[in-house]
């Protein structure tokens, strides 16, 4: 066990490299080369202009001017300042309530950090218990902790007290955060501008007709239902070819740039490529002559693709985006059950045109399910067996393997030192590996499950990876085993056992965990700030990509915040301080100060870096309540073990109440709340609609939302500027044939009709 | 352990006190006099006639044709004769969809039964395993069981195979039924007369005004929010005060016809009473006069009350029924959220007038909440620690208890024969109360809960006692023991240990079921075709209360189908049925044979006996499936839990797969058909409008809306003939004012609103 010594060099240290961070960023960032990696945001909004123009040519890669160095800590306050409607005017509302779950942490642990550092800390720390056992080993930190009470004292009391007075202000503070969230969301919603996504609705698992296309079956039912709000429809093409085409294409125009700029640097040598495996071996040909031949071909398939997608009805998928005239037939029809079978016309809210995950939305309900059933099997298998594989790939990828496989690496590798390094690493590599990749793992899974945004692929695989925090960073770090043996203990322990078995452990990881929020929590929220990758990154692109402006404006790469990977990550702060407010007080501060650090930085970053794709109206935070309540339970579960093992056995009963409360608390917020993040409610609607009507009676509806769900490959712009869009925004009223302008069948389903 | 003569014996017996209720009934039935007790249906819908005016004394009294008696049993096939779509006219759906549960039962078991004693009968017999055993008294029925497959026998192959079979089987019967109910379901509301339930939203919730009273509140919202489709609404009265003087008012009716009737009799004495308690103690004074006093007193009360009702504002609580144009619109309402706040301005299909459970509509959203909290919380006590107020009573009520409070009975209890029988009676009589009691208890906590309809009423507390019975009868037969004691157990035990102690004893106890089948699904089934208690009753209240025809009408007591209580108790018979199919296939028959006569017989009531007070189109059946689903999953578990301890332990990853797909099974049913129960598609609600407008375009709704949802108070027709609904249903247009016909205010919440 760490002594506070230990404690002291360790914070020492995180603390420093934390500085090292911030110093490097307050550096960077004053450097004009680097303006469009840390301020891209405002870039993208056309605020900030580039600052290469208009100086000289030092000027434009380093900044001279000594005055701004010194006052390189003042992002901080000026991250602080933007006031929170500007935020989210600025950021969108998605980034806003995900740097407010910090400020929860903020909220819900000061007081409770205080209360606990007066009242719980004095009463273990006079405990004393420890002093008096013997060969017991234990450090300063267990003196503050749970531990040093005797057992059976009349001093549980007081963390009984204490469970119950802070569990009582979580709910006070969660209440009033998830009402402020909720008012705030439907602000948002009320305050938006005329969005094409209220007024439409995806219709999925549109029933087989003999007679009818899927267009017409379309418009004939909602013509029928809902006559009096229905206004047009749009349908869906299964244009997954034709993006991965596009998609090639970008790349092939990528190399093509890359190798053309390169002969306009150096016009001395041709570059030449391989025609293999990326460039690797086979015949050797000229570089700029090759990717234009193999461009051009591709053009050619993508010509054929799209005559394809127009030409065969069997590229509509069974689904449609319904408009409606007004908000309140749009929120009708997504609330409803449309026809007698539950399974076919399936309603609901449309997601954002940018926000819809386009491959999805063609899966009949049964698929649906048995997706649904595989990927909880799978996910089952991934939580708790998954060292089995990697414990297979590490006993291959030992010395010998390696001898075996690369022989020329023969007498590089058996040089101690090397080898050393080897035997050190690589097992830990394919680990490392592992967890890099489980969140595009979790998100594959997310997507085979089929659902048909990018918000609730973010949300699906954010709880997979909550579960797997919990499982194998939180009980793994406090069993210490595999999740596979955690799994085999619960199995095999009464019920009422694992929490005391979970419990006990408790107190004695108090310091492992300090170390991991200051390594996790300190320095890894300053690394993020300096965004090392995308700096490497964009100066590269730069080099060899960058030929005009546009490119430049390509070149940038804002990221975005991940919420699937950064609040369960998040929620594992909470889990630790719910866990320890009460047993070990003395963590508390460190948590204090993630938080507080982190919402400063990721506040900067979503005013300066971070754009969001898309703009799901804080959806999320139903579920961010719900895995907050969890973390109260599991504490709640653990601290009935660790007393009932401190032979505080009456307490169990008195401490059962609170889960039993939590769980009520729950339900009632979850009425109370939730809705507002399902459902638009027809008063809104119907005030919105009002308005509307009264402010631009002579909006031409049906021309505004015509082409709004388009699938982004026909939306061009990106390559080719096949603008369906813009042409169709400028002239809404111009009526489009088939022959005189291809493009428009993608834009309006109803004039597809003709084709089938 | 009971040989198989034992359970011969147990059988001859059943059967022939089986057979002794079934001769009962076949001779009592005939009898003219008890023709209102058997064939209450008939008269209740006007076809049957009294026998009692045509015929000679005698011949009214007692049948005499011989030839009747010899066709005794001739009411079997008559009650399956009639065929589904009359029956569901005659009786309606809730009562044809109890039935086909039993239906359901032989569908499931059938071949079950016969591929069970064809496969598993000859393998369990031969396995030989209990012969060779030292040490181990078994019976016959126990060699055909599992028990005798020795230990880690090959021979389990077949159990595992034949589960599966079983389950998939089960599966395949279960979504057919599922389907068939659907429909069902759907065809009924489509093929519904027009009623007022399919235009009419029951509102809760409706938000305090400072401006408005709540009709006026009800009425503004609804008109902005669904203007094309709003007609009507009525407020609701809190008439609960109101209703209790009315049923004490019709009590003390009761007794004064009663005297009235005695005095008619025997005009010689003027029959007296005493005013006390139930008439036990108090001045003697004349019954008639006192009882028409007391009558007047409260005709004079119940006068106050109404016009108080009528004046007063805080007696209108926050709710009403909202009706619509057409169905749609309904359907609309009622599947939407209307504000922003979820928890104000709730909306919910209309129950049937009939259905509404008046007392619970005003209770507001957070208090809600609280009540289901404390009643879940009771019911966990109810469940598993009820014995512990059992067992107080019981050790106060022993002999020394009696004979303490009651001295002057010392000399007849301590005669052995009556002490004797005290000791052996009392201490079950406190158990055999509670039992009784129970089903009152938990509807009292479903009343407490705050649901609004009687339906959900009777769903809510069937699911509270298939808890009870689960726990305290199957549980509680297998572990032997009190409930309490299996949650310490459970608590205790690893969770992979409890299915193995419960799966041990499993074999053991099919003897104990077989008998229990027989005694309760047997004999009980013949004892309820009987009719005994109504059949006393009636003819008492035949004897001293009735004078005329419209009397003898009221003293009919047809009752009706408990779905509370008795779908439990077929859960339990379906719960044996899957777990003792693999275990102890012997048993199968036992449960087929209960299947099919109580089919018949209950077949037999609805169409002759019972008259349900509501009609909520089988809602319950999603219950009943989700109940069936539990009782695969248990039996499931067990059968990993008895198959492990038979050291056939690699069954287990095999059998694991049966639960998850149960699962799986169920969460694909749930969402391929529980819509249909739940809420009414668009699609059908139109077809319905549209028919409706062609056929009958002149139809005055509003009239026809208007007082559909008048408290039954106000319908009076019982004792002072309060009959606003006939008149206003005869003159639909004529307009009423209040001071001319104060009732009608009552009718029309918006009428009343110039009150307020």
Redesign the interface.
């Given at each position: 066990m760490a002594s506070l010594q230990d404690i002291g060099m360790s914070a020492a240290i995180n603390i420093l490299s934390a500085i090292a961070f911030l110093v490097a960023f307050a550096i960077l960032r004053l450097q004009p080369i680097n303006d469009r990696v840390y301020f891209p945001k405002w870039y993208l909004k056309g605020i900030r202009g580039s600052p290469t123009h208009s100086q000289a040519f030092v000027r434009q890669l380093v900044n001279l001017d000594c005055k701004t160095y010194i006052t390189f800590l003042n992002w901080m306050p000026a991250a602080l300042k933007m006031p929170e409607p500007e935020l989210i005017e600025h950021a969108g509302l998605d980034s806003t309530a995900f740097i407010r779950i910090y400020l929860l942490g903020l909220k819900i642990f000061m007081p409770i950090t205080v209360l606990a550092l007066v009242v719980l800390l004095p009463v273990n720390w006079t405990g004393k218990s420890l002093e008096t056992m013997q060969n017991v080993t234990f450090s300063d930190i267990d003196k503050l902790s749970i531990s040093n009470v005797p057992y059976g004292s009349d001093r549980f009391w007081a963390h009984l007290v204490m469970a119950y007075v802070f569990t009582f202000w979580t709910f006070y503070v969660l209440y009033n955060e998830y009402k402020i969230m909720a008012n705030m969301r439907?602000h948002f919603l009320a305050s938006e501008h005329r969005r094409p996504d209220q007024f439409t609705v995806l219709v999925r698992n549109v029933p087989p007709d003999t007679d009818e296309s899927v267009s017409e079956h379309v418009e004939h039912?909602f013509c029928?239902?809902?006559p009096?709000t229905y206004i047009t429809h749009q349908i869906v093409y299964n244009a997954n070819n034709l993006a991965s085409i596009v998609e090639k294409k970008k790349s092939l125009q990528n190399w093509l740039t890359y190798y053309e700029n390169k002969y306009e640097r150096f016009p001395s040598k041709k570059p030449t490529t391989k025609t293999g495996f990326f460039g690797l071996w086979g015949t050797k040909v000229d570089a700029i002559d090759y990717y234009a031949i193999e461009k051009a071909k591709l053009s050619q398939e993508e010509e054929a693709e799209r005559e394809k997608l127009i030409s065969d009805p069997n590229t509509i998928v069974p689904a449609a985006f319904v408009s409606f005239k007004s908000r309140?037939g749009a929120?009708?029809c997504a609330?409803?059950?449309?026809?007698?079978?539950?399974?076919i016309?399936l309603t609901e809210w449309a997601p954002e045109p940018c926000d819809v995950y386009w491959a999805n939305l063609a899966i009949p309900?049964?698929e649906l399910?048995i997706r649904?059933?595989l990927m909880a099997?799978a996910l089952f298998f991934l939580t708790f067996f998954f060292m089995i594989p990697i414990t297979f790939v590490q006993s291959l990828a030992n010395i010998e393997g390696i001898e075996r496989v690369f022989p020329f690496l023969k007498k590089l590798i058996e040089k101690p030192t090397v080898r050393s390094l080897i035997q050190g690493f690589l097992p830990g590599i394919a680990l490392k590996i592992f967890l890099i990749l489980l969140p595009s793992i979790l998100m594959l899974m997310s997507k085979i499950e089929g659902f048909t945004s990018l918000s609730s692929l973010e949300k699906r695989s954010a709880g997979k990876y909550h579960l797997f925090v919990l499982v194998n960073v939180f009980l793994g770090s406090i069993i210490t085993g595999t999740a596979l043996q955690q799994l085999k203990l619960?199995?095999?322990?009464?019920?009422?056992?694992f929490p005391k078995t979970v419990g006990v452990s408790i107190p004695m990881k108090a310091t492992f965990f300090i170390t991991y929020i200051m390594v996790d929590g300190w320095a890894g929220i300053a690394a993020e700030i300096l965004r090392l990758v995308p700096l490497i990154i964009f100066h590269l692109k730069n080099t060899f990509l960058v030929k005009t402006e546009k490119d430049r404006e390509q070149a940038m790469d804002p990221g975005c915040l991940s919420f699937a990977i950064s609040e369960p990550r998040i929620q594992l702060y909470f889990l630790l301080g719910f866990v320890y407010c009460v047993v070990t007080p003395i963590l508390l501060p460190f948590i204090i100060i993630f938080f507080a650090f982190a919402y400063m930085v990721f506040r900067h970053q979503i005013i300066n870096v971070y754009n969001q794709k898309y703009e799901s109206g804080a959806t999320f935070w139903p579920d961010v309540h719900r895995r907050l309540i969890i973390g109260m339970i599991i504490s709640q579960l653990l601290l009935m073990g660790l007393l009932s093992t401190k032979q505080a056995d009456s307490s169990t009963p008195l401490l059962i109440v609170l889960p039993?409360l939590t769980i009520?608390f729950h339900?009632?917020c979850k009425?109370?709340?939730?809705?507002?993040f399902m459902?638009?409610?027809?008063?809104?609607a119907?005030v919105k609609d009002t308005l509307e009507r009264a402010t631009e009676p002579n909006l031409n509806m049906k021309a505004y939302l015509q082409n709004a769900y388009v699938h982004p490959v026909f939306k061009g712009g990106d390559l080719d500027g096949h603008l369906i869009i813009d042409d169709l925004e400028n002239n809404p009223l111009v009526p489009t044939k088939r022959n005189s302008n291809r493009s428009s069948n993608f834009g309006s389903g109803r004039s597809s009709d003709v084709e089938l």
């Amino acid at each position: 066990m760490a002594s506070l010594q230990d404690i002291g060099m360790s914070a020492a240290i995180n603390i420093l490299s934390a500085i090292a961070f911030l110093v490097a960023f307050a550096i960077l960032r004053l450097q004009p080369i680097n303006d469009r990696v840390y301020f891209p945001k405002w870039y993208l909004k056309g605020i900030r202009g580039s600052p290469t123009h208009s100086q000289a040519f030092v000027r434009q890669l380093v900044n001279l001017d000594c005055k701004t160095y010194i006052t390189f800590l003042n992002w901080m306050p000026a991250a602080l300042k933007m006031p929170e409607p500007e935020l989210i005017e600025h950021a969108g509302l998605d980034s806003t309530a995900f740097i407010r779950i910090y400020l929860l942490g903020l909220k819900i642990f000061m007081p409770i950090t205080v209360l606990a550092l007066v009242v719980l800390l004095p009463v273990n720390w006079t405990g004393k218990s420890l002093e008096t056992m013997q060969n017991v080993t234990f450090s300063d930190i267990d003196k503050l902790s749970i531990s040093n009470v005797p057992y059976g004292s009349d001093r549980f009391w007081a963390h009984l007290v204490m469970a119950y007075v802070f569990t009582f202000w979580t709910f006070y503070v969660l209440y009033n955060e998830y009402k402020i969230m909720a008012n705030m969301r439907l602000h948002f919603l009320a305050s938006e501008h005329r969005r094409p996504d209220q007024f439409t609705v995806l219709v999925r698992n549109v029933p087989p007709d003999t007679d009818e296309s899927v267009s017409e079956h379309v418009e004939h039912f909602f013509c029928v239902n809902h006559p009096d709000t229905y206004i047009t429809h749009q349908i869906v093409y299964n244009a997954n070819n034709l993006a991965s085409i596009v998609e090639k294409k970008k790349s092939l125009q990528n190399w093509l740039t890359y190798y053309e700029n390169k002969y306009e640097r150096f016009p001395s040598k041709k570059p030449t490529t391989k025609t293999g495996f990326f460039g690797l071996w086979g015949t050797k040909v000229d570089a700029i002559d090759y990717y234009a031949i193999e461009k051009a071909k591709l053009s050619q398939e993508e010509e054929a693709e799209r005559e394809k997608l127009i030409s065969d009805p069997n590229t509509i998928v069974p689904a449609a985006f319904v408009s409606f005239k007004s908000r309140w037939g749009a929120a009708v029809c997504a609330q409803t059950q449309q026809s007698r079978n539950p399974t076919i016309w399936l309603t609901e809210w449309a997601p954002e045109p940018c926000d819809v995950y386009w491959a999805n939305l063609a899966i009949p309900y049964f698929e649906l399910t048995i997706r649904r059933l595989l990927m909880a099997v799978a996910l089952f298998f991934l939580t708790f067996f998954f060292m089995i594989p990697i414990t297979f790939v590490q006993s291959l990828a030992n010395i010998e393997g390696i001898e075996r496989v690369f022989p020329f690496l023969k007498k590089l590798i058996e040089k101690p030192t090397v080898r050393s390094l080897i035997q050190g690493f690589l097992p830990g590599i394919a680990l490392k590996i592992f967890l890099i990749l489980l969140p595009s793992i979790l998100m594959l899974m997310s997507k085979i499950e089929g659902f048909t945004s990018l918000s609730s692929l973010e949300k699906r695989s954010a709880g997979k990876y909550h579960l797997f925090v919990l499982v194998n960073v939180f009980l793994g770090s406090i069993i210490t085993g595999t999740a596979l043996q955690q799994l085999k203990l619960f199995l095999q322990q009464a019920p009422t056992e694992f929490p005391k078995t979970v419990g006990v452990s408790i107190p004695m990881k108090a310091t492992f965990f300090i170390t991991y929020i200051m390594v996790d929590g300190w320095a890894g929220i300053a690394a993020e700030i300096l965004r090392l990758v995308p700096l490497i990154i964009f100066h590269l692109k730069n080099t060899f990509l960058v030929k005009t402006e546009k490119d430049r404006e390509q070149a940038m790469d804002p990221g975005c915040l991940s919420f699937a990977i950064s609040e369960p990550r998040i929620q594992l702060y909470f889990l630790l301080g719910f866990v320890y407010c009460v047993v070990t007080p003395i963590l508390l501060p460190f948590i204090i100060i993630f938080f507080a650090f982190a919402y400063m930085v990721f506040r900067h970053q979503i005013i300066n870096v971070y754009n969001q794709k898309y703009e799901s109206g804080a959806t999320f935070w139903p579920d961010v309540h719900r895995r907050l309540i969890i973390g109260m339970i599991i504490s709640q579960l653990l601290l009935m073990g660790l007393l009932s093992t401190k032979q505080a056995d009456s307490s169990t009963p008195l401490l059962i109440v609170l889960p039993i409360l939590t769980i009520w608390f729950h339900i009632f917020c979850k009425g109370r709340f939730e809705s507002a993040f399902m459902k638009f409610p027809l008063e809104d609607a119907m005030v919105k609609d009002t308005l509307e009507r009264a402010t631009e009676p002579n909006l031409n509806m049906k021309a505004y939302l015509q082409n709004a769900y388009v699938h982004p490959v026909f939306k061009g712009g990106d390559l080719d500027g096949h603008l369906i869009i813009d042409d169709l925004e400028n002239n809404p009223l111009v009526p489009t044939k088939r022959n005189s302008n291809r493009s428009s069948n993608f834009g309006s389903g109803r004039s597809s009709d003709v084709e089938l």
